[in-house]
């Protein structure tokens, strides 16, 4: 499909699910349950920002953002994640995205050299994993190391469990938490072993934590806090946010990246090159969006509830778990390319077969894919349409014995 570099990337998580599922007749009104997008209502205050600042459509907007932008998503970085005001300098620990997935895919161009420890830099990433971490990772002409996050492993990769041959080489890892698609939760022992592997080996964590603010109980705990709190700094680090998720707004493409004051210099210069500028009308729309916690409450309680009725429908399957945090059910069911095409051919029910977003650990295995049993299933529709097609699901995979 690509030339060079990116030659080994397989055909997309959603254009497998189309190979799967669209030679075959659904047995039902469609209802996807596969794709992440939150659909949230706008809130008043974005259509109003953008509205008022439509002239700035006429402006090249800064590649750092305008002051506005960097107060209010510093002040949202410090009250979520229990920073004192000297923890960072906006002007220059701050940066605006077009989305966490622009910034994730362009962070490994600023850490990769040509060699490390004598051979091909490696950079590490879960499995299963949000997709664009592979394809940034090749382009930037690294070797991807795959490592899987099973229930056994708390459903995060377990980065200490690899040869110190692979640690010395590893340029930077990507870790998500809350994760997609497992919804787990890195705790202060999880990050405390990752930063002191980044340390010893001196690689760079990309902390994908777009769906922070996303959770069902605790808040969870951030990358920026835990590495403030044990070196009063955020050396080899940088952390991903997103309204996408938080405000429910993926169309707005708006994002923040945080962390180390070199790396953010060095992302800075790339980005000058690269041209991602965030336009001044949505940055202006964004800013009040990081301002604001009353919206994102609601988005909260919303999917609480969601998550209550997925408990109450399906709580009696075996291995089901409301996860820690995100808005994604990962049911096992047994083979999930195999349920996710019954659900389809039954019900017209959509939903991601685990084993699309990961990869074989053992070549020509497909049980040894970490998402092999599991199917995703993203609660993002209205409440009623879940309860419904839940319930339909439940049955199915019931009847089925998954
Ligand atoms: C794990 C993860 N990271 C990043 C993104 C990208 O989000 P955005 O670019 O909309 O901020 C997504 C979106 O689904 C995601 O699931």
Not at 143 to 161: H, N, Q
Not at 166 to 190: H, K, M, Q
Not at 309 to 338: K, Y
Request: charged share 20%.
């Amino acid at each position: 499909m690509f030339p060079g570099r990116l030659a080994q990337l397989p055909p997309s998580s959603f254009a497998q699910l189309a190979s799967l599922l669209d030679p075959v007749k659904p047995g039902g009104p469609v209802v996807s349950l596969s794709v992440g997008d939150p659909r949230g209502v706008v809130p008043a205050f974005v259509t109003e920002r953008i509205a008022a600042q439509v002239h700035q459509f006429g402006e090249y907007p800064p590649i750092n953002g305008t002051a506005e932008w960097r107060q209010a998503a510093s002040g949202w970085l410090r009250r979520r994640f229990g920073l004192p005001a000297k923890a960072f300098d906006p002007e220059v620990q701050v940066l605006p995205l077009n989305g966490t997935r622009e910034g994730l895919f362009l962070a490994p161009f600023i850490v990769t050299p040509e060699r490390k420890a004598g051979g091909r830099p490696a950079i590490l990433l879960p499995n299963p994993f949000y997709q664009c971490y592979a394809a940034a990772i090749l382009a930037a002409g690294a070797e991807p190391v795959f490592v899987p996050a099973w229930a056994e492993t708390g459903f995060l990769p377990d980065f200490a469990s690899l040869p110190k041959s692979v640690l010395e080489r590893t340029a930077a890892a990507y870790i998500c938490s809350p994760s997609n698609p497992e919804g787990a939760v890195a705790g202060a022992d999880y990050w405390r072993t990752l930063f002191g592997l980044a340390d010893t080996y001196d690689f760079t964590v990309f902390a994908d934590e777009c769906y922070a603010d996303i959770y069902l109980n605790e808040p969870p705990l951030g990358a920026l806090t835990l590495r403030f709190e044990e070196t009063g700094g955020f050396s080899r680090l940088l952390s991903f946010h997103s309204l996408s998720k938080r405000s429910g707004l993926p169309g707005l493409r708006s994002g923040i990246v945080a962390g180390d004051a070199g790396l953010m210099a060095t992302f800075r210069s790339l980005r000058n090159y690269a041209g991602p500028q965030v336009p001044m009308p949505i940055m202006a729309a964004s800013a009040a969006a990081w301002s604001d916690e009353a919206h994102v409450i609601a988005n909260r309680e919303l999917y609480r509830e969601r998550f209550r009725v997925a408990h109450r429908i399906l709580g009696n399957r075996t291995g089901f778990r409301v996860p820690e945090g995100g808005f994604f059910l990962w049911l096992e069911v047994g083979n999930g390319e195999e349920a996710a095409l019954r659900l389809w051919r039954e019900a017209g029910i959509r939903v991601l077969p685990g084993a699309y977003m990961g990869r074989e650990t053992e070549p020509g295995k497909k049980q040894s894919n970490p998402g092999f049993s599991y199917i995703r299933v993203a609660l993002v529709s209205d409440l009623s349409t879940i309860s419904a097609t839940l319930e339909r699901m439940g049955e199915i995979l019931a009847r089925s014995g998954a």
